[in-house]
């Protein structure tokens, strides 16, 4: 079963170039000091929850179509959002990755195995993982907490997110976590926001009415939802002297009714691809935001075939300008 530290270890581990505290001796602790604001947030009733629910989807054999309905409009879906990284995979043909918040059951790191790749699956706890290895489906794992890594800096050619980093009580730590721990980038698929446009609000409307969504800013597992924002990563790498993102904007439907449907031929298969059609219609015309992005967060210098292939694909390249006041040392 999953062994997860119940308090908020500290783990020691070399001081990274791209954090350090003040301390030096050690990172990233899982506890927020005062200055964290230790007395205001309690990250710790977020990791309980999710492990919580990670528990839960063992005991309920709640596993992901692209295990249990390979052809279903849900598999499709996920599949949809994971070929986001292939211009990266064309680049790098043997590369080696981690996926961070892979709770179930390891999917997004079995993606990636079935695409030629290594990749090592962590989760906040490694229930769900334990049982995906022994059904053969992923290769190597292990419990991570994204916002605390214990692996060393330069581990793995890329570094996996998807569909996590929203949940995580103290996100900005997850990504430099991320970052310090690939070598080449890290890779975000997240649902994103930017300044409300005029048809918003009828997405809202319509996820409440089809999906009984509640509440946009807050989760029921208590957390508050971070959707990532273009403008945020790029400040968030600018503060590292990063030297540049890459962005694609994009669309997805959940109609939890026609999730079991046939991804093709089937009325589900059908109103799915409507749905996102229809919302990638109204982004282009600016009457509506992008719900999701793949943001590839690179730590060094993209080389010109990475620009290429991302470029083909859809994505855009953002420079990170040079700091002016900083000099290289
Ligand atoms: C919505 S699931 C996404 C799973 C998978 N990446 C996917 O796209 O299907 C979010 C996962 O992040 C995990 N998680 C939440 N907080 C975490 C943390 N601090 N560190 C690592 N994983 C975390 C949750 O337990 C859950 O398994």
């Known amino acids: 079963m999953a062994t997860f530290p119940t308090s908020g270890t500290i783990r020691r581990r070399t001081a990274s170039p791209l954090l350090a505290l003040p301390s030096g001796e050690y ?40 295990y249990t309905a390979p052809e279903s409009v849900d598999a499709w879906r996920h599949d949809r959002l994971l ?56 290769s190597e794992y292990h419990a991570e907490n994204a916002e ?10 890329f570094v996996l997110c998807k569909h ?11 990504f430099y976590e991320m970052l310090r721990v690939c070598r080449v980038a890290a890779v975000l698929i997240e649902p994103v926001e930017a300044a409300p446009r005029p048809l918003d609000v009828g997405r809202t409307l319509a996820k409440r009415v089809l999906r009984g969504d509640t509440q946009a800013e807050f989760e029921p597992l208590g957390n508050f939802v971070y959707r990532l924002s273009v403008r945020e990563v790029f400040k968030m790498m600018a503060a590292l002297s990063g030297t540049a993102i890459a962005v694609k904007e994009f669309n997805d439907c959940w109609l939890p009714r026609y999730s079991a449907a046939p991804a093709h031929g089937s009325l589900g298969a059908a109103a799915t691809r409507l749905g996102i059609w229809a919302q990638d219609v109204l982004s282009r015309l600016r009457l509506m935001n992008f719900g999701l992005a793949a943001f590839v967060v690179f730590k060094a210098e993209p080389s010109a075939p990475m620009r290429t292939a991302l470029h083909e694909a859809g994505f855009r390249t953002i420079p990170i300008p040079r700091n002016p006041y900083l000099t290289p040392s």
């Not at 927020?32 to 309920?60: C, F, I, K, W």
């Not at 605390?148 to 050619?157: C, R, T």
Request: glycine letters at 6%; proline letters at 6%; aromatic letters at 8%.
């Open 148 to 157: 605390a890594l214990s692996l060393a800096d330069d581990s793995f050619d």
């Open 27 to 66: 990172y990233a602790s899982a506890t927020p000091t005062r200055m964290q604001g230790a007395d205001r947030v309690n990250p710790e009733r977020s990791y309980a929850s999710h492990r919580e629910y990670e528990t839960g989807l063992v005991s309920q054999a709640a596993l992901p179509a692209c």
């Open 164 to 174: 996590a980093y929203h949940h995580f009580p103290r996100p900005a730590l997850a």
């Open 83 to 138: 070929r986001l990284v292939e211009p990266i995979l064309q680049c790098y043909p043997k590369s080696d990755w981690m996926t961070v918040g892979d709770g179930q059951f390891g999917a997004d790191a079995h993606s990636l195995l079935a695409r030629g790749h290594r990749a090592v699956a962590t989760s906040l706890t490694d229930d769900s993982l334990a049982i995906a290895h022994g059904k053969g489906w992923i």
